[in-house]
């Protein structure tokens, strides 16, 4: 996974549990929706990189045993 994907993921992770917690403390509940939102956005987003460092692992893998 690219540092550059990674570090954006866990900024939206992190800027998602700030809203929750904010949207919590002052009874908001739009605000608290929008930071589980982008909690669940960040996390789909770490699991789609892993399933593609995975699929690009195997095809290193595949061109290894070739040579």
């Known amino acids: 996974m690219g540092t550059v994907d990674s570090a954006k993921h866990h900024l939206q992770d992190v ?4 809203k929750e ?3 919590d403390a002052t009874d908001n509940h739009s605000l608290q ?6 909690q669940a956005k ?4 770490m699991a789609a ?8 692992g195997r095809d290193d893998e ?5 040579n």
């Open 62 to 66: 595949r061109d290894d045993a070739k």
């Open 42 to 45: 960040a996390a789909a987003g």
């Open 49 to 56: 990189d892993d399933v593609r460092d995975a699929v690009r």
């Open 33 to 38: 929706a929008e930071g589980i939102a982008d």
């Open 15 to 18: 800027k998602g549990k700030v």
């Open 21 to 23: 917690h904010v949207g």
